[in-house]
């Protein structure tokens, strides 16, 4: 009798089990392959830590003098915010220099600023990055407030003792509510910076539209008095600007005979911290869309 063909299904799996019986080693390979397939360790640090040194020398490594120019820029405009008050007034609104009152409400401006307008372009300076797998737009915001945070905060304390060792200020250095107002001048500036991302994606009109808007910051978050020396209901008023809470936390830990009632945690951490939230939750969901935009 004479048996059915073999179908070459059943040929070509007997044929590959007799290749793996007669070569042990490629069994062992397949076995390994899928270990390989599998994403790297650390995957979305890898990413971050690329993107931080990509930003390190396309903003710093390529102009003359690198971060030099971090320091040089904060300092002369004190300088020129103390010379020219100076003229006018003769006495500093806080301490006995001009120099050092005006550094204590120059920085943590400064430090939003930069945190802000460098979170807001994120996604725009990374977009070819973004066609990777391994690169997702959340890394891209999280490089740039890294490296930004950490320079911000090196050139505030360089620029800081720089003048109490050449000046006279009397200052008294508390790190609790010094520390405390970096963070959340950072935070405001990173949350605004979220909602800009979003906001200048969706509609590019946006960005025209908050630099006029955000033009009279500098002159109501106390950068140039303190809130004491406005009337009570102007005060009032500018209290509701969650920079002054900042730039007032900061000078508290730098005046010894500042109090600074006027500071609100809840209310400064809650404008930066629910600025992010709303950035990052509305980013999550239109980046494709922010991207396309730009």
């Not at 690329?50 to 004190?78: C, D, F, H, N």
């Not at 301490?95 to 930069?114: C, E, M």
Request: net charge positive; proline share 7%.
């Amino acid at each position: 009798m004479t048996l059915p063909p073999v179908s070459s299904v059943e040929s070509e799996s007997s044929s590959t089990s007799l290749a793996v019986s007669l070569n042990p080693t490629h069994a062992a390979t397949s076995q390994l392959l899928p270990q390989t397939l599998k994403p790297p360790r650390f995957q979305s640090l890898r990413s971050i830590t690329a993107l931080v040194l990509r930003e390190m020398e396309s903003t710093y490594g390529r102009q003359p003098g690198g971060y030099v120019w971090a320091i040089l820029k904060p300092v002369g405009m004190i300088l020129l915010l103390s010379l020219a008050f100076s003229m006018i007034v003769h006495k500093p609104p806080l301490g006995v220099s001009f120099i050092f009152f005006y550094a204590t409400g120059f920085l943590p401006f400064d430090i939003y600023t930069t945190m802000s307008s460098s979170i807001s372009t994120a996604l725009s300076y990374s977009r070819p990055l973004l066609s990777y797998p391994r690169v997702t737009w959340i890394d891209t915001i999280i490089a740039r407030a890294v490296l930004n945070g950490l320079t911000q905060f090196i050139v505030f304390f360089l620029v800081i003792f720089g003048i109490i060792l050449l000046y006279e200020t009397r200052s008294r250095i508390d790190m609790g509510p010094l520390l405390l107002g970096l963070i959340m001048v950072m935070t405001i500036g990173i949350g605004v910076g979220t909602v800009n991302a979003l906001l200048i994606g969706l509609y590019p009109v946006w960005g025209m539209i908050w630099g006029i808007l955000s033009r009279p910051l500098f002159l109501i978050s106390g950068v140039l008095f303190i809130p004491e020396m406005m009337p009570h209901d102007v005060a009032r008023y500018l209290t509701w600007n969650p920079l002054i809470h900042a730039v007032g936390l900061i000078r508290q830990g730098l005046f010894p005979t500042y109090d600074a009632p006027y500071v609100s945690l809840v209310y400064g951490f809650g404008v930066g911290i629910g600025l992010c939230a709303i950035g990052l939750i509305f980013l999550g969901a239109n980046y494709k869309t922010v991207l396309q935009q730009q």
